[in-house]
Structures are given as structure tokens and as C-alpha cells.
């Protein structure tokens, strides 16, 4: 990003005033952290906001300003934050004790949940993270399948470990990204995500294909769907082929619905990873599935197979205040219209947005399903209107792009203007968002489209 973006935007300036107290910490924080930042998402220039308290869908940064919320934890708080059950979980969960060392009775609690509302799930075991369910799925696939590669969808999301980092928003072609070993790249096939044919001949003529691992709603949430009918083909000739089919449900569970993309779309995949949703709010994964898969985890089993174990551990699998919070999360997704209500707000949101865009005269369009928003910000400066707007007009690499800088522009513009959105651009949309919040939002898109049109980034 060139220099004067940050000394001639009158958007930057407006945030650096709004924001003083942020800036401090800001400054401190790049003397602690690379880039100032614990998660990369987080990075924004010059900086981004440091929030001290969260209620619903709203959030108080460290200067006292108030904004609608759409990162929701990065995707976890379905519920909106401070959810007073699951305060009240994690309270009482914490006067017990934070970690026995053993088995406790809310982890079977909360993996009886699990299976109740989760279609493929026969089995469960716990992780502390998204990334290490990804992980120990691929392990799984191996270990149940004797082979050795895994498809993967380009600009799909599965964590950060080494089998996973190509190919999201570069590494497409089978470069090695940095610190990776080549041999785990060179197992891992990237594909394309809107092309079933070519993935059909792959599973049918190459016999060592262990599992598929892909976000079934498409790469983030949505942003890179697939086409009608690809999630049924695939499912038909994994089956055919004993390839292990894995659902990463880290986002899309207990979001799309309570039983998550899978329930939604009526197709069961052989395992599934979980994550965000999964712990109302605190840390937390698991890969759950079918028992002749999982059973690579268990000890008699193996034993009685002949076959090795795989190991697993983890200090925080299953760790009692997590789980305290899961269940109480997972209670009320399960017996209520939560996913429902995030879900139409979700669609108001963006049709809402979309009219925005349409008065402006811009060449944008607002897409997505179920709770989320994907903002097409048009890199290559296309014919495009909302109305006419239909994502499979694109090349999957140009949705994911953006004009340089332009979505750190907007992300100011709209926190000037009282509102957090991610910055692919797009966000996420809980069960707490109001009409308020809905109406401030468009608001708040209207005047930071007319500021992006002055500094002529538009
Ligand atoms: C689809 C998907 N899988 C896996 C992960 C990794 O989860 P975590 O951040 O808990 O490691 C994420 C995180 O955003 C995700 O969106």
C-alpha cells in the first residue's frame, strides 16, 4: 500500500482522531508482537481498534466508541457476546475448578449434544482449536484409508497447520510456502473449487486419495460457492472410492443451522471438524464421525484390528469451563429460531447493503447466504450491478480479490462510522442483531461509500 495512503485520507485522519487511546496501545503492542498483532486477521492500517467490552451485537473500544459488530469472534458469537447463560455457565463452571486433569461429566454432556444435532456424528473427540481438528481429520482420513493425499479447494480455509497454509490467497500452482515441508505439499492435490468433473477423474484414477476436505458452504463462508450439485457429486463417487469425505464445519456448524451445513443440505459427510460455535464463545474444536473412522483413536479397537493407534492429547481437550460454555450454547441453538433469526437478518443485511449500493451508483455488489455478507468490491473494474450480480460470473481468484487497500479503506470508514466489519470484505451476523443494527449499519455503509468516492478509491 503506498505511503500517502495513511497522511493524505481524511478517512485515516477521522480514525486516528476517534482512536487516540487505541493508537497507544497500538504502539506498544508492535514492541510485543510481530506487527503489533495475535491473530493476522486482525492487522489494519495504521491500526486497528483495541475493544474493552462486548454486550449482544455491540462493542466499546478502548476510547469509549461504540460499534455494530460483525466479526463475532471471528465467527463464534452466534449468540451475540456476553450471553447471560452462558456467563452464568462459565461462572459456575470456574468456582469448580478451571481443569481436573480427568474425565469430567460435561464433556460427555456436551459430545451427547454433539451427536444429537450433528448428522455424521456416531463419535467425538475433542480439540482446542479448528486448526487442530483440521489436523487430526487429515490424520484420520491417512490412518483409515492406508493412503496418503488429500484434495483440497483452492481459496478454501482449513487453519494455519503445514498441510493447509497453500492456496488460500496464494501458493496456488504447488509452491512451497515458507517454513513448509515439500513433501506435505506435494500430498496435499489443490483443485479447483467449481470443477467436479476434474476432481471425479482424480478420485477415480488415482488410488492413493485418503480424504476430501472442503467448507461446504463454499471458501469463507460463502465467498467462493459451490456451483448446484457439487457437494451431492462428490459425495457419490467419495463413497464410491473409500475416499474419507470431510465436512470443516468450524464456521458453518451450529451456524447454518443446528446441525450445520450438512443437516442443511441433507448430505453426510464420514467426519466433520467443528469449532467457534461449537464453545459458546470459548476455545474449543472436535472432529466427530463415524465410529469405524474415530476408532483409529481408540484403544481396544485398534488392538482388536491389529492396526496402530493414533495418538492424541491435548492439555485443553475438552477443558470443563469450555464445555460448560458449549453446552449452554449448544442448548439454546438446539431448542430455539437462533439460526433462523441470524439467518434472515442475514438476508435483510444484504439486501439492504445491496440498495445502498444501487443508489450510490457503484459498481459493487452485496452477496452470501445463510448469517453472513460478502462485498464484491470488483478488482477488475467489471460491469457489475446487485441486481444482476451472480458470483459464478467470476473467476474464483476474483472474488477473493480486492483494488489494493481498499478493503483497510473501508474498514475505517465504517469504524469512523460505527461499525466492524472483516476485512476479505463481508462479516458475519449473530441472533443479536437488531433492526437498530441493521439500519446503522446501512447508514454507515452509505456515508463511508460517499468518503471512498471523494478520496476517489471508487
Ligand atoms: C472453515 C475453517 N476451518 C478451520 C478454521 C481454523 O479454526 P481455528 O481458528 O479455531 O484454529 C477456521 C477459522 O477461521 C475456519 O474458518
Redesign the pocket.
Given at each position: 500500500m503506498p505511503d500517502d495512503f495513511l497522511s493524505n485520507s481524511a478517512i485515516v485522519a477521522a480514525y486516528r482522531e476517534k482512536t487516540p487511546e487505541s493508537a497507544r496501545l497500538a504502539k506498544a503492542a508492535r514492541q510485543l508482537f510481530p506487527s503489533g498483532v495475535t491473530?493476522d486477521?486482525r492487522y489494519l492500517k495504521p491500526y486497528g481498534i483495541y475493544v474493552e467490552r462486548a454486550q449482544g451485537s455491540r462493542k466499546w473500544d478502548a476510547d469509549g466508541n461504540e460499534y455494530v459488530d460483525y466479526i463475532g469472534g471471528?465467527?463464534?458469537m452466534l449468540l451475540g457476546h456476553s450471553h447471560p447463560k452462558i456467563v452464568e455457565a462459565v461462572n459456575h463452571a470456574m468456582e469448580n475448578g478451571s481443569h481436573f486433569g480427568a474425565n469430567h461429566g460435561l464433556e460427555v454432556r456436551w459430545a451427547e449434544l454433539i451427536c444429537e444435532m450433528v448428522p455424521c456424528a456416531e463419535r467425538v473427540r475433542f480439540t482446542?482449536?479448528?486448526?487442530?481438528?483440521?489436523l487430526l481429520a487429515l490424520r484420520l482420513a491417512r490412518a483409515h484409508t492406508g493412503r496418503k493425499k488429500i484434495i483440497r479447494f483452492k481459496t478454501?480455509?482449513?487453519?494455519?497447520h503445514d498441510h493447509?497454509t497453500a492456496g488460500i490467497t496464494s501458493h496456488f500452482a504447488g509452491e512451497v510456502p515458507t517454513g513448509v515441508i515439500p513433501d506435505i505439499v506435494e500430498n496435499v492435490v489443490l483443485m479447483a473449487p467449481w470443477d467436479i468433473e476434474a476432481v471425479t477423474t482424480l478420485i477415480e484414477n488415482d488410488k492413493d486419495i485418503a480424504g476430501v476436505i472442503l467448507?461446504p458452504t463454499g471458501a469463507?463462508?460463502g465467498m467462493v460457492p459451490f456451483p448446484a450439485g457439487f457437494l451431492e457429486a462428490l459425495r457419490e463417487v467419495t463413497a464410491e472410492h473409500g475416499v474419507v469425505l470431510i465436512f470443516?464445519?468450524?464456521?458453518?456448524g451450529f451456524r447454518v443451522s443446528p446441525g450445520g451445513a450438512q443437516a442443511h443440505f441433507g448430505i453426510t459427510p464420514d467426519i466433520t471438524?467443528l469449532?467457534?460455535i461449537i464453545a459458546g464463545g470459548m476455545?474449543?474444536?472436535a472432529v466427530a464421525g463415524a465410529t469405524e473412522i474415530l476408532e483409529a483413536l481408540d484403544f481396544d479397537a485398534t488392538e482388536r484390528l491389529g492396526r496402530e493407534k493414533i495418538q492424541h492429547q491435548g492439555t485443553f481437550n475438552a477443558n470443563p469451563v469450555c464445555c460448560a460454555a458449549g453446552i449452554a450454547a449448544l442448548e439454546i441453538i438446539a431448542n430455539s429460531d437462533v439460526c433462523e433469526r441470524a439467518n434472515a437478518s442475514g438476508a435483510e443485511l444484504r439486501q439492504r447493503l445491496n440498495d445502498v449500493i444501487i443508489e450510490k451508483g457503484v459498481p459493487w455488489a452485496a452477496y452470501g447466504a445463510f448469517s453472513s455478507f460478502q462485498l464484491f468490491t470488483n478488482p477488475q473494474n467489471r460491469d457489475v450491478s446487485p441486481e444482476a450480480f451472480d458470483p459464478f460470473d467470476f473467476d474464483y481468484l476474483e472474488l477473493k480479490s480486492n483494488p489494493v487497500g481498499l478493503p483497510n479503506k473501508l474498514r475505517l470508514a465504517m469504524l469512523v462510522n460505527g461499525v466492524d466489519i472483516s476485512g476479505w470484505p463481508g462479516g458475519t451476523i449473530t441472533a443479536a442483531h437488531t433492526q437498530e443494527d441493521l439500519e446503522k449499519t446501512a447508514q454507515a455503509f452509505s456515508a463511508s461509500l460517499d468518503v471512498l468516492m471523494r478520496e476517489g478509491e471508487i
Open positions: 491473530h486477521v471471528h465467527g463464534a482446542s482449536s479448528g486448526t487442530e481438528a483440521t478454501h480455509f482449513h487453519g494455519w493447509v467448507e469463507t463462508f470443516d464445519e468450524v464456521v458453518t471438524t469449532g467457534k476455545p474449543g474444536g
